[in-house]
T-cell receptor
Framework: EDQVTQSPEALRLQEGESSSLNCSYTVSGLRGLFWYRQDPGKGPEFLFTLYSAGEEKEKERLKATLTKKESFLHITAPKPEDSATYLCAVQVDTGSARQLTFGSGTQLTVLP | NAGVMQNPRHLVRRRGQEARLRCSPMKGHSHVYWYRQLPEEGLKFMVYLQKENIIDESGMPKERFSAEFPKEGPSILRIQQVVRGDSAAYFC???????????????FGEGSWLTVV
């Protein structure tokens, strides 16, 4: 069974204090690993898709990396507006299946 | 706004009533997905549809839930005889046709919050 585990469950940072969120996964045949941001009362907002080990993608203060067992979302010099729940999800390579299996998320709070 | 459109955003139903949630995918997208987020739980896959076809319904409860994506019009998630345990946020998502580096990217709507009283 595909499993996705995110850590920590919650993270509080001071503005400007860089850190990393972890997503470890156990799947049979990774098609893609997705990162989303979700604000309270809103839908997940797409951030990145990573397809192969060693791949990296950046967007503003966020950088996502991927290895064969885990992915990291690095947040550099965060601002209060980066406060949100960050979700990791995997899509496996099984024919027509395109469903995403989500982790439980990391709730990030950035204090001014 | 060319994003995934869901309505209603909030819906209150009494136990035993029916709930219908609608979803219009992003322009140019032909794949639709429904996910459910129960209170204090993560997002769970329910069903994957293309026009007039259910491709994967492995996450749908066996009873009372159904989904369709007709040739014309939005995708509909239908919940019959709702119970309190159906109270949740229901998210629709869409993606373009398969193929290419962006073919797998799945975009979500803002969700429909169902409350059963």
């Amino acid at each position: 069974e595909d499993q996705v585990t995110q850590s920590p469950e919650a993270l509080r940072l001071q503005e400007g204090e860089s850190s990393s969120l972890n997503c470890s996964y156990t799947v049979s045949g990774l098609r893609g690993l997705f990162w989303y941001r979700q604000d309270p009362g809103k839908g997940p907002e797409f951030l990145f898709t990573l397809y192969s080990a060693g791949e990296e993608k950046e967007k503003e203060r966020l950088k996502a990396t991927l290895t064969k067992k885990e992915s990291f979302l690095h947040i550099t010099a965060p601002k209060p507006e980066d406060s949100a729940t960050y979700l990791c999800a995997v899509q496996v390579d099984t024919g027509s299946a395109r469903q995403l299996t989500f982790g439980s998320g990391t709730q990030l709070t950035v204090l001014p | 706004n060319a994003g995934v459109m869901q309505n209603p955003r909030h819906l209150v139903r009494r136990r035993g009533q029916e709930a219908r949630l609608r979803c219009s995918p992003m322009k140019g997208h032909s794949h639709v997905y429904w996910y459910r987020q129960l209170p204090e739980e993560g997002l769970k896959f329910m069903v994957y549809l293309q026009k007039e076809n259910i491709i994967d319904e492995s996450g749908m409860p066996k009873e009372r839930f159904s989904a369709e994506f007709p040739k014309e019009g939005p995708s509909i998630l239908r919940i019959q005889q709702v119970v309190r345990g159906d109270s949740a946020a229901y998210f629709c998502a869409s993606s373009p046709r398969t193929g290419g580096p962006t073919g797998n990217t799945i975009y979500f709507g803002e969700g429909s919050w169902l409350t059963v009283v």
